[in-house]
């Protein structure tokens, strides 16, 4: 026998959908030597020596021949230790200890412990749907990331402990049970932190309700210490609960970047990445190109704290996404688009030193508060719509009764959001009202003498006019009322968001 | 009304300032004798001489050779026009001056040219570091004195200039009087504000077309600011501001001059305190300028606004105890936020309080009727 050759089927991950890989191995005769081609990246050449130790530690043998293991289609990278069951199972083929000839079509994915263990690998999710669409009829997962690849139906999930079991199911001695799928958070209830921890701030209540409920992006400046941490991280208990499908496309997401929570998974994300982050970290990038911070806040929300600190560059990579829901990422020889629709939420010091210029102890150069404050009318701050001015609450606000809960603050949230989507349609909100269908707002006589007003004295710039026709409708939606009248034509131009002159 | 004319003589004395603006730069210092409106005073020749002597016979004779027709060609094409001294639109205040430029550029509203007279023209300058208490005011000043029918001018820099050009055009008209072409928008983030002024108002210079701004052309603008108004007000400056020029040149003048006080404590007012020491008219509200200028009670500024209900009322008087944000308005009155807002939001719309970019309230100087 010159040569043996065998295959075995997985995939490897490409931002966050898989793509399939075909594992050739060939066994044959010449001086001892094992060898991955195909563009592996580091974690995949070292497959060999894990391979080789974990077969030898399971009471396989490991052929003393020429082994080239071929990862097909050679133009495609393969990145992380995710091949590693496949290129075993292929290898253990071609010597002769394994026949899976008897089962059906399977994919394989796993990382090997060098005691023949198989340890979870990122992005199962995603693997198990590729399979599913490649037309396998069963997918062997590590046994950990069981109830992950249950959540795609439809295709059979096998979870492995150890690479012994390989050979158990070839023999037929062992028929595994499909693991049950992880729950998905599919109602919101209980979801994350409370907003009855968040005491006092009226103003700041209201402000999160209507960003909420129009899915309008907020801007939150005041003191450090104030809540402006803590009102952001509980917006996403008050945002409606996401639908299955959009669940299990949060939870792909989070599967892929290795995040995927059991306790949330499928919840409304809330990202808050520091503002040392890099353009490439926020919205993805690197070679080959990954998901970035707003397409892990994907239907959840995007919290940049200190909006100021941020690098201009930063910030400025951010609009496009912000506007289409997707992130568009080329390389030298990839691209990616990757979904980024999340709700922003930012929040900034009134001045540098953060006191605010009202408060005596304030010590910023006005110039220096003016050119602070200049950031917050950049090209980003041009896409928020909603202001928040907050203060110190005071101690007896800090020690008096817990405000509304999430519950019922979500419940006047929902009934907006479905008001909109009998208008808009389905899975629109009014901060994606287009300038067209801005105009067809219904106002009443108050609020369009006050919006001509306020427009008149030149208070409001024309971009600023639809803004605050969107906030109005927002506002009369969380209200019920059909048209928009004065009192919330008003409440929506004191929420918005000021330009500078 | 006719428009306004420019001889060629004086259109000629323009361009000679344009050509020696950089060695007008070396020798103009802060210095007495050699301050730019000083040397402005001097004739065509002893001003060449004076600042460029090895080229001196060299640019009076090129700028003697600009034919007539290129000279008012050059201004039509930047949209501008000429009034010179010997015209009867130039403005009167001017005459008084005697280094007054010989020729004004214009551009935007020529018929502004006869409002500008010291009786019915108030100055309004400051610091471009100005605080937010100093820019409200001067916002607040240029929009009630041009309500109540007087012209402000002030010179589009940073800060009070541009909040009082901004405040003004709220009302109706400002007139800019900048230290650069009449065509050049400087500062340049102040493009949108000096367009405006060109359609809404009147933008003057003594530069021609196309000259960049040089540092002495800055008290040189002022100057002419001191002239054309028979007030000027100082909003808020720090000791050694530029301001303060201006305030020296009209006091020269015999002009009135007038400051609103700052806090003792802060530098950012001390400029203006001092002129407050000095004898200066104390500026509170447009009602103090105008009864500085016209005689106590001959104008009285519109400066009462609608009738507010109490609630209203009670939340106006939450903001001047200092209650600056939605949220502590809500707080302090016990109102949901969504009423505070509306509340705040009807009187941001009926002018009792303005709202920061940050979110911050203040209460301007419009009075409730009745209170």
Known sequence: MVSVLATAQTFTLDGISARPVRVEVDVHRGLPAFSVVGLPDAAVREARERVRAALVNCGFEFPLRRIVANLAPASLRKAGPGMDLAIAAALLTASGQLDLGRLPKLAMVGELALDGSVRPVPGVLAIAEAAREGGFEAIVVPAENGPEAALADEVGVIGLDSVTQLSALAAGDWSPQRPQPMPLRLSAAGDGPDLADLRGQRHLRYALEVAAGGGHSLLMVGPPGAGKSLAASRLPSILPPLAAPEALEVARIASACGRLDEERAGGRPFRAPHHTVSPAGLVGGGNPPGPGEATLAHRGVLFLDELCEFRRDTLEALRAPLETGWVSIARAGAWRRLPCLFMLVAAANPCPCGRGEADPECSCAPLAVRRYQARLSGALADRIDVLAAIRQPSAEEIGGPPGEPSAAVRERVCAARERQEGRLGSGRCNASMTPEEVRECALDVGAASLLADSYSRRRLSGRAHDRVLRLAQTVADLAGSETIGGEQMAQALQLRRRDQE | ?371
């Open chain 2, 1 to 371: 009304m006719s428009e306004p004319q420019a001889c060629p003589d004086c259109l000629r004395r323009s361009r000679l300032l344009a050509h020696l603006a950089p060695y007008i730069e070396k020798v103009a210092t802060g210095r007495v004798g050699s301050r730019s409106p000083e040397l402005l005073r001097l004739s065509s020749e002893d001003l060449a001489e004076g600042v460029a002597p090895k080229i001196a016979a060299q640019v009076l004779a090129q700028v003697e050779a600009v034919p007539e027709d290129r000279l008012l060609a050059d201004l039509s094409a930047a949209q501008c026009w000429g009034c010179c001294r010997h015209d009867r639109h130039f403005p009167v205040g001017l005459h008084d001056a005697a280094d007054a430029p010989w020729a004004l550029i214009g551009r935007g509203d020529p018929a502004l040219l006869d409002r500008l007279e010291p009786e019915g023209t108030v100055t309004v300058v400051g610091a471009r570091r100005a605080s937010t208490y100093g820019r409200e005011v001067a916002r607040e000043l240029g929009r009630e004195l041009t309500a109540a029918g007087l012209l402000v001018t002030s010179g589009l820099a940073f800060g009070i200039d541009a909040c009082a050009h901004r405040g003004a055009l709220e009302a109706g008209t400002t007139v800019a009087v900048l230290g650069c072409g009449a065509d050049v928008a400087y500062p340049a983030s102040h493009r949108s504000l000096w367009r405006r002024i060109c359609e809404q108002g009147l933008v003057l210079s003594e530069l021609p077309p196309g000259t960049g701004a040089w540092r002495w052309s800055f008290p040189a603008r002022n100057r002419i600011m001191a002239a054309l108004a028979g007030m000027t007000v100082v909003v808020e400056a720090a000791q050694r501001s530029g301001s303060l020029i201006t305030a020296d040149l009209a006091a020269d003048l015999g002009r009135d001059l007038g400051a609103v006080p700052g806090p003792v404590n802060s530098r950012a007012s001390a400029g203006t305190n001092d002129l407050l020491a000095g004898g200066a008219c104390l500026v509170r509200d447009a009602q103090d300028v105008l009864d500085a200028m016209l005689g106590p009670g001959v104008r009285k500024a519109e400066r009462t606004g609608s009738r507010l209900d109490p609630a209203l009322l009670e939340i106006l008087g939450a903001v001047e105890r200092g209650e600056d944000t939605c949220d502590a308005i809500a707080a302090g009155l016990d109102l949901g936020g969504a009423e505070a807002a509306s509340a705040l939001a009807t009187l941001e719309a009926l002018g009792y309080v303005t709202c920061s970019l940050v979110g911050v309230y203040s209460r301007t100087l419009l009075a409730v009727p009745g209170v």
